[in-house]
């Protein structure tokens, strides 16, 4: 009963999240990259739902990072009898990097390790959201982990970058 609970709360959760209004949103150098005010970062994807997961998952393993788990959170939100767009969390990461977080802030546990949502919004578009490093720092008040959030940054811009247009990856 417990585990059904948090299953829907996350799915709850998420759904809150998406919903803030794409006006807050402001644009990168990328077209189809945005960064939210509460440091949301949003990627279009050129692809399907399941076709990001996958050049995801894959270019994650590709990298030797570990992939922790895929909420299909779609899928927990029927289950409980509640209608969710296609909407799917990836949970990975690198213990060596994130646990450098961590040890500045145990805090920071609470965005460790990566979680990126993929969605499909109600016009079928597919996008990615994850946190944005700088904005964790901040929020934790880590100073003293620059580099170690410089080389988060640079990974999951290349893992979202297996599913953004060639005109977006060019932008860039």
Same mark, same amino acid.
């Given at each position: 009963?417990?585990? @059904?609970?948090?299953?829907?709360?996350?799915?709850?959760?998420? +759904?809150?999240?998406?919903?803030?209004? &794409?006006?807050?949103?402001?644009?990168?150098?990328?077209?189809?990259?945005? #960064? $939210?005010? +509460?440091?949301?970062?949003?990627?279009?994807?050129?692809?399907s739902?399941?076709?990001? /997961?996958?050049?995801?998952?894959?270019?994650?393993? +590709?990298? *030797?990072?570990?992939?922790?788990?895929? #909420?299909?959170?779609?899928?927990?939100?029927?289950? &409980? *009898?509640?209608k969710?767009?296609?909407?799917?969390?990836? #949970?990975? %990461?690198?213990?060596?990097?994130?646990?450098?977080?961590?040890? $500045? @802030?145990?805090?920071?546990?609470?965005?460790?390790?990566?979680?990126?949502?993929?969605?499909?919004?109600?016009? *079928?578009?597919?996008?990615?959201?994850?946190?944005?490093?700088?904005? /964790?720092?901040h929020?934790? %008040?880590?100073?003293?982990?620059e580099?170690?959030?410089?080389?988060?940054?640079?990974? #999951?811009?290349s893992?979202?970058?297996? /599913?953004?247009?060639?005109?977006?990856?060019? +932008?860039?």
């Amino acid at each position: 009963m417990f585990e @059904n609970l948090c299953k829907i709360a996350t799915a709850a959760t998420f +759904a809150i999240v998406l919903a803030a209004p &794409a006006t807050s949103l402001a644009q990168t150098s990328a077209p189809q990259t945005m #960064v $939210s005010e +509460a440091g949301i970062i949003k990627v279009k994807s050129a692809y399907s739902l399941d076709e990001s /997961i996958a050049r995801m998952k894959q270019d994650i393993a +590709a990298k *030797g990072i570990t992939f922790f788990l895929a #909420v299909d959170q779609s899928k927990l939100a029927a289950d &409980a *009898g509640i209608k969710l767009r296609p909407s799917t969390l990836l #949970v990975f %990461g690198n213990p060596a990097l994130g646990s450098q977080f961590i040890t $500045s @802030n145990p805090q920071s546990g609470l965005d460790w390790p990566v979680r990126l949502l993929v969605q499909q919004d109600d016009n *079928g578009d597919v996008w990615a959201y994850y946190t944005d490093f700088a904005w /964790i720092a901040h929020r934790y %008040g880590i100073t003293d982990r620059e580099a170690q959030f410089k080389m988060a940054s640079s990974v #999951v811009d290349s893992i979202t970058s297996t /599913i953004r247009s060639r005109q977006s990856a060019m +932008a860039q």
